[in-house]
């Protein structure tokens, strides 16, 4: 499984913002709305191997954690809109134990702590920052999780439990890159291994 | 200059659609303004080397092509509903010389064919597509473009306009990417250069 965990630090956790102002009014969710584009789709498909965690951190009830389960996902397409209303599909449900919103997609009340303890043992887990090492040292493994920011930098403690768990840090560049931009680089590195 | 150039096949030349219903009812218009969000955007900047040409070619009155002009360009956010607006308030204006519709976006009722004639002579035209070769054989120049497709292929009409002037074909490997992917992936791999 391929796996990108993205933190969306001012993020909702209530289905109470308006599709019509996802950039604005909702914490830039656009931002991870554009990260599950370019986590699953394909030229006339999507990538049955791919799971996508919004760890959601805003009002009013963080933390919140939508994932995106690649084998069972049905009704996802790729404009922003339509992704934004199956979260707040999964966000009108509140739950202890994850719940179903729909095909393929899951709401849970945990954070980014939690997410990554779910993670099986042998899941190696990558963090995707500036100072990390050059996409080429990249290998291509069974089981992997990148974790990527919103807008933001992740903060001292969530960079601390991070660390506590990742095999490695990989920077895409010189360059800074939206979330969404990191994800198809790294797809697009992967496919090419 | 890096430039590209999209055609979108089914997109509406009159600004009649509905910003919320851009993926169904305006022709895969969404397809075209995350191209544009993949061209220009950089984590918290935009790219001010860069041109992008959306060439319309659905009703009522194909061909026009919006162009938006980095070294000008304001009021251009991320979102694909932001920058749709920005496409339909271009569509308003109808004008055989290129007229301005906001700072760095213009339009011109021209197509595929005039929009190639118009490049600078030293301009590398690049095409994007399955069976070209290697990206790694992407050499940096001063002054590119690359043509590419929406969710269509290019008709042979089109190509044949293309391979009058394309200096070459260039694949991204054997995985076939949305249109905007396939920017971003050309985008890092020139910054890389």
């Known amino acids: 499984m391929r796996r990108f965990i993205i933190v969306g630090h001012k993020t909702p956790t209530a289905a109470d913002f308006k599709l019509d102002d996802m ?4 914490g830039r ?5 554009r990260c599950v584009n370019s986590a699953f789709f394909l030229s006339h498909s999507i990538r049955k191997d791919v799971e996508v965690y919004l760890v959601l951190q805003g009002p009013p009830h963080p933390p919140r954690t939508v994932r995106f389960y690649g084998p069972e996902m049905r009704y996802l397409n790729p404009d922003e809109r339509s992704t934004g209303a199956l979260v707040r599909n ?20 945990i954070g980014l702590r ?6 099986p043992a042998e899941c190696q887990v990558v963090y995707l ?8 040292s990249l290998v291509k493994g069974e089981d992997m999780a990148f974790v990527l920011s919103d807008h933001m930098d992740l903060s001292d403690a ?9 095999n490695g840090t990989i920077s895409l560049g010189p ?14 590195r992967l496919d090419m291994l």
Chains 1, 2 share one sequence.
């Open 29 to 33: 969710l656009d931002v991870l709305l």
């Open 129 to 136: 920052k500036e100072d990390g090492l050059p996409l080429e």
């Open 158 to 166: 969530e960079e601390a439990v991070l660390k506590e768990r990742a």
């Open 23 to 26: 950039a604005g009014g909702a």
């Open 114 to 119: 939690e997410v990554i303890a779910s993670l």
């Open 175 to 188: 360059t800074s890159y939206h979330a969404d931009h990191c994800i198809t680089i790294v797809n697009h």
């Open 90 to 109: 999964a966000l009108l449900k509140q739950s202890k134990v994850e719940a179903r919103s729909s095909p393929g997609v899951y709401v849970r009340d």
